[in-house]
């Protein structure tokens, strides 16, 4: 089931994206076209949007895991991690790290993170935004396991969101601006595995979330499980995915 299901808005994407380190865009669905630095991946497209079944104090059991505040004026939010080193179970392995506004209590998502994706056998690591209910759109530059990212979300007012997201390791920025009807009602930081298969790592560590620039935990959010992962407790803005 979905929490608190309204109709969905229709979604209104466009506007423009701007890459810091190089020339690139989004692989699919972009404003700007230039040539990348180099080959980008295949994707099949996976719809990663809004939290499904929730039980209880505890939401167990969806393809979210991390934290989610909920209220309403969420106005920002952004966080670091650093990409594990996954091990592919099957080839529908599937999984991503981002942070967020809306999808919890709202039918859209306005996300950024990356994604590993098993459906070749071997983890392959792209960076993505989505403004959920539209299709994910991936960037070309490269991503490793390993790499630290910073990301953010950011609606300036009415429709406008600004998502960004930072490979430190490897030096490069992309950032967009796309518009959608959003709700502005829950933030946060998370997992997810659309396919609900996640392949396997050992730990992942989200740091430094923050929501309208105040720590995350002063805005009390609620842990949530997501298939064999659990978190760690939240501590001035940090805490870790780990094996339940």
Known sequence: MRINSPIRPR????????RSSSSSSATSGGTAAHAPTHTAPTHTAHAYGTHHYGHGARYDGGVWGGYVAQGNGFQSVSG??????????TSNDLFAPWVGIDGYGS???????????????SPAYSAWYEMYPAPP??????????????????????????????????????????????????AEAVIESPSQSYPSFSRLDFSGVTVNGQVFDSYGPQAINSGPYTETSLSNGSFAIVPA
């Open 11 to 18: 979604a209104r994407r466009s506007s423009t994206s701007r």
């Open 80 to 89: 670091s991690w650093t990409m594990p080193t996954v091990q592919c179970n």
């Open 107 to 121: 039918q859209t998502v306005e996300q950024t993170g990356v994604q590993v994706d098993c459906s070749s056998g």
């Open 137 to 186: 759109q991936y960037f070309s530059d490269p991503v490793d396991a390993g790499d630290s990212f910073t990301a953010s979300v950011v609606n300036s007012g009415g429709s406008d969101y600004t998502l960004q997201i930072t490979d430190n390791t490897k030096g490069w920025t992309e950032t967009t601006t796309q518009q959608l009807n959003g709700q502005n009602v829950s």
